[in-house]
């Protein structure tokens, strides 16, 4: 049984930063892709950025340059550093991890980030 805990969410002014973070615990083995995916209200979700196993990353064209994604595999975690925040990026983020052989998809719970404007 693999659990993702997300934490870092929050309130924010535009302009600010939020970091998240997203942990996984259980059984593991092989952590593939690692990404953050978020959902506003009344829209689909959708992909923000992933990073692969071999530290490749690739970001949404509406947060490139305001988000960096990174992982840390000794610790099982994903991090989305986000800066430079709009109102747009008030969602719900939630982070999904490919875990195995083949790769089974795994969530988070969902974090909120509210951006005030």
């Known amino acids: 049984q693999v659990q993702l805990v997300e934490s870092g969410g929050g309130l924010v002014q535009a302009g600010g930063s939020l970091r998240l973070s997203c942990a996984a615990s259980?059984?593991?083995?092989?952590?593939?892709?690692m990404a953050w995916y978020r959902q506003a209200p009344g829209k689909q979700r959708e992909l923000v950025a992933f990073i692969t196993n071999s530290g490749n990353t690739n970001y949404a064209d509406s947060v490139k340059g305001r988000v960096t994604i990174s992982r840390d595999n000794g610790k099982n975690t994903v991090y989305l550093q986000m800066n430079s925040l709009k109102s747009e990026d008030t969602a719900v983020y939630y982070c999904n991890f490919q875990i195995g052989l083949p790769p089974t998809n795994h969530w988070g719970q969902g974090t909120q980030v509210t951006v005030s404007s």
């Open positions: 259980g059984s593991i083995f092989r952590l593939n892709i």
